[in-house]
């Protein structure tokens, strides 16, 4: 599904405003916007808004085509700007001030997607009243915006997860983490699914709970074996100290 794409210029300043307005004296100010989704910029829309005193008093839209205004004397202006040169210039503005320079910022490199890296983790077992902690951890994708949800039995979760924001990896890459808190049940299946711009449909990624648990006990054997080897190799190096001090040594 792609995403609205949004680029906006303001100016704001602050002189006399047109003699017919209600206060003569006031801040005037201009937004510029340019909205648009699709990658060959056919939906772009030009907006051009006009304020006094954070009040927006007229509108040019390029799919309405014209100048709207929002009070008595701001319709009337509207009018006879509709009359005037400026509405071509402004109908032209989708042009000049949207879709030509979006065409040299918004390239192709820009727009490229990164799949994420995906991993399911047990950060806690489950444990007498205290329920297992499950982790889904998205990685190394672009661009930022990503949503990351549970399924449990097929059945959408909500009030046991919590989730980070999108974060910064630090090389123009994304990372987010989401926790589920549950007790196991026999037989369940629990599942995350993620949704993101590089993929064609959610991906769902099944817990797999036997799996782990032979890896964490391989994970559990081998540390137990570093361990010992460590604890016998600072035993040999003690004793050998000990000789070492105790020796004596004799000149022939």
Same mark, same amino acid.
């Given at each position: 599904?792609?995403?609205?794409?949004?680029?906006?210029?303001?100016?704001?300043?602050?002189?006399?405003?047109?003699?017919?307005?209600?206060?003569?004296?006031?801040?005037?100010?201009?937004?510029?916007?340019?909205?648009?989704?699709?990658?060959?910029?056919?939906?772009?829309?030009?907006?051009?808004?006009?304020?006094?005193? +954070?009040? $927006?008093?007229?509108?040019?839209? #390029? @799919?309405?085509?014209?100048?709207? &205004?929002?009070?008595?004397?701001? /319709?009337?202006?509207?009018?006879?700007?509709?009359?005037?040169?400026?509405?071509?210039?402004?109908?032209?503005?989708?042009?000049?001030?949207?879709?030509?320079?979006?065409?040299?910022?918004?390239?192709?490199?820009?727009?490229?997607?990164?799949?994420?890296?995906?991993?399911?983790?047990?950060?806690?077992?489950?444990?007498?009243?205290?329920?297992?902690?499950?982790?889904?951890?998205?990685?190394?994708?672009?661009?930022?915006?990503?949503?990351?949800?549970?399924?449990?039995?097929? +059945?959408? $979760?909500?009030?046991?997860?919590? #989730? @980070?924001?999108?974060?910064?990896? &630090?090389?123009?890459?994304?990372? /987010?983490?989401?926790?589920?808190?549950?007790?196991?049940?026999?037989?369940?299946?629990?599942?995350?699914?993620?949704?993101?711009?590089?993929?064609?449909?959610?991906?769902?990624?099944?817990?797999?709970?036997?799996?782990?648990?032979?890896?964490?006990?391989?994970?559990?054997?081998?540390?137990?074996?570093?361990?010992?080897?460590?604890?016998?190799?600072?035993?040999?190096?003690?004793?050998?100290?000990?000789?070492?001090?105790?020796?004596?040594?004799?000149?022939?």
């Amino acid at each position: 599904m792609p995403l609205l794409k949004h680029l906006s210029c303001f100016l704001i300043l602050t002189l006399p405003v047109f003699t017919r307005a209600e206060s003569a004296n006031g801040y005037f100010a201009r937004l510029l916007r340019c909205i648009y989704s699709s990658p060959d910029l056919s939906d772009m829309v030009y907006i051009d808004s006009f304020y006094i005193n +954070k009040f $927006m008093f007229i509108q040019f839209n #390029s @799919t309405v085509g014209r100048f709207v &205004g929002f009070s008595n004397w701001a /319709i009337g202006l509207a009018e006879s700007w509709n009359k005037a040169s400026f509405l071509i210039t402004e109908r032209a503005g989708v042009d000049i001030y949207c879709r030509n320079p979006m065409k040299n910022i918004d390239t192709p490199d820009r727009n490229k997607t990164v799949k994420p890296k995906v991993m399911l983790s047990l950060v806690k077992q489950a444990g007498g009243k205290h329920p297992a902690v499950l982790m889904c951890s998205a990685y190394e994708f672009y661009p930022a915006h990503i949503k990351v949800s549970w399924l449990r039995d097929g +059945k959408p $979760m909500t009030s046991e997860v919590t #989730s @980070t924001m999108e974060m910064a990896d &630090g090389d123009w890459y994304y990372q /987010i983490h989401s926790e589920l808190d549950y007790t196991p049940k026999s037989g369940e299946k629990i599942s995350c699914i993620v949704e993101h711009g590089s993929f064609n449909k959610p991906m769902i990624y099944d817990w797999d709970a036997s799996l782990t648990e032979s890896e964490r006990t391989e994970i559990a054997i081998g540390a137990s074996g570093l361990m010992l080897g460590i604890i016998i190799a600072a035993a040999g190096l003690t004793y050998y100290k000990k000789k070492s001090i105790g020796r004596i040594l004799v000149p022939n």
